[in-house]
């Protein structure tokens, strides 16, 4: 019944339903956990930087840059979580699209991490005994 009222208000003209926060939310949510992906970063971009970039729009529970683990160097995404659905749906609205440090960034709702494969290693090439090995792009070699 509430369905059709929003339906009739809709047809009717009244965009006061799709302007109203909460319609777009219980409604058109696509997020399920507060969590969303943020990529197109700047090489400059910190932590700090992407905090303060997202703090307008709820609680902030953690913003976080992702770094590369030998250079320390930004990969260009990171991850911001919000403390509700709500605020992380209103900051997707927002920033998506939007310049940070020069750069257009895109907002998308995180997707949970996929397990790793365990790494296959190679069985061991039979070695002729002399110190060579056959190199199959280019033939023997030393």
Known sequence: MAFVSSFRRLVAGSNSLLSSPSFFVRHCSTLTSPRLFVSGLSRLTTNEKLQDA?????????ARVIT????????????VTYATIEDAEKAKAEMNAKFLDGWVIFVDPARPREPRRPLQQEPPRPSSGYGFTTNKTIGWCK
């Not at 997202?54 to 529970?61: D, M, T």
């Not at 590369?68 to 991850?79: A, C, L, P, Y």
Request: aromatic share 20%; no cysteine; net charge neutral.
């Open 54 to 62: 997202f703090a307008s729009f709820g609680q902030l529970v953690d």
């Open 68 to 79: 590369d683990r030998e250079t320390g160097r930004s990969k260009g995404f990171g991850f």
